[in-house]
């Protein structure tokens, strides 16, 4: 069990043959260290297979067969929405598949004396793909949120992402994302107060942390339908709330704010302004970036002019 990469987070890319490999070594394992309690029926029943000596020593992982483990499907999906997202993927099930990965981690052993099984290394992938499960769940209500226009301080609060969960949806280690984290301005992320008796928890504001994302060459972003915001560009809170709207569309469907400057022909300060702070008084430019992101122009245009700085 002296993996000299165990603890370091996020050594490697996360890659679905990986974890579809470490988890069946991992359940025949586990039939092993059931079968050694007494319970063979339930090894069996776990494993779909006779035991005979060793699961270990007759079995290769590659012959189980997965497809009939409700954990290792939810394992798959979750895999899918987090790396290989896809316009219109359904996101209804993240709670439950998360849920049911987090069930899995808490019944695989921590070791296995005597065999060379890293049940550690194949925990610690487990505990990623679950942090980048989360956060892409949390990014989901945040989208939702900015598209019902629902975004005061008590529902900002429930965007918060952790540093393992940035880390992991972005296929980075915790420490690099660490070092981009500060409470002032001079970092890239801001961090945001810790929930009550969570001091070491590290946080970041979730619109804050999506940008920043967007710039890294591992995060993928889910498409988003123009169609879901159109009530919000009409009808924006304020000015500040349809910044948001038209950031998370562009970076979403678009690319970084550099690529939205490229795209619009304007100084990447300017876009960074509208996003942050809101769009200026100008119906122009309004209209061109409606046109970019498949927005009504009319409504954008009413709604910066209406609100715009």
């Known amino acids: 069990m002296n993996d000299p990469s165990y603890g370091k987070t996020m050594g490697s890319l996360l890659t679905l043959s990986e974890l579809r490999q470490d ?20 090894a069996e029943q776990l494993v779909g297979a006779p035991q005979g000596l060793s699961y270990l020593d007759n079995m290769e992982p590659e012959a189980l ?17 987090c790396f290989e ?8 099930a993240l709670g439950g598949d998360l849920l049911m990965l987090e069930g ?3 019944a695989l052993p921590s070791e296995f004396p005597g065999e060379p099984v890293n049940l550690p290394r194949t925990k610690e992938r487990l505990r990623r793909l679950h942090s980048a ?23 900002r609060r429930c965007w918060a992402l952790t540093v393992a969960e940035i880390a992991a949806i972005a296929q980075m280690d915790e420490r690099s994302v660490r070092n981009k984290v500060g409470p002032a301005s001079r970092t890239p992320l801001r961090s945001v107060p810790h929930p009550l008796g969570m001091s070491r928890l590290v946080q970041v504001d979730g619109f804050e942390a999506f940008g920043w994302l967007i710039g890294r060459r591992m995060f993928r972003p889910v ?26 569309l562009g970076w979403s469907n678009i690319g970084p704010t550099n690529y939205l400057a490229k795209r619009l022909g304007w100084m990447v300060g300017e876009v960074e302004g509208w996003i942050k702070h809101g769009p200026t008084k100008e119906e122009t430019k309004a209209r061109k970036l409606a046109g970019l992101l498949g927005l009504d122009p009319d409504a954008l245009a009413a709604s910066v002019v209406r609100l715009g700085r």
């Open 23 to 42: 988890l069946a070594t991992a359940i025949l394992a586990m039939g092993d260290l059931i079968h050694l309690i007494g319970r063979s029926d339930l």
């Open 85 to 92: 997202p896809k316009l219109g993927m359904k996101l209804d």
């Open 65 to 81: 067969d997965l497809t009939s483990l409700e954990a290792a499907q939810a394992m798959e999906r979750l895999y899918h929405v």
């Open 104 to 106: 899995l981690i808490g």
């Open 133 to 155: 499960g989360w956060a892409r769940s949390t990014i989901a209500f945040m989208t939702r949120s900015i598209a019902d226009g629902d975004i005061d301080e008590g529902s």
């Open 223 to 248: 498409p988003l339908d123009p169609g879901v915001f159109q009530k919000a560009v009409a009808s924006p809170v304020d000015r500040h709330h349809l910044g948001m709207v038209l950031g998370i």
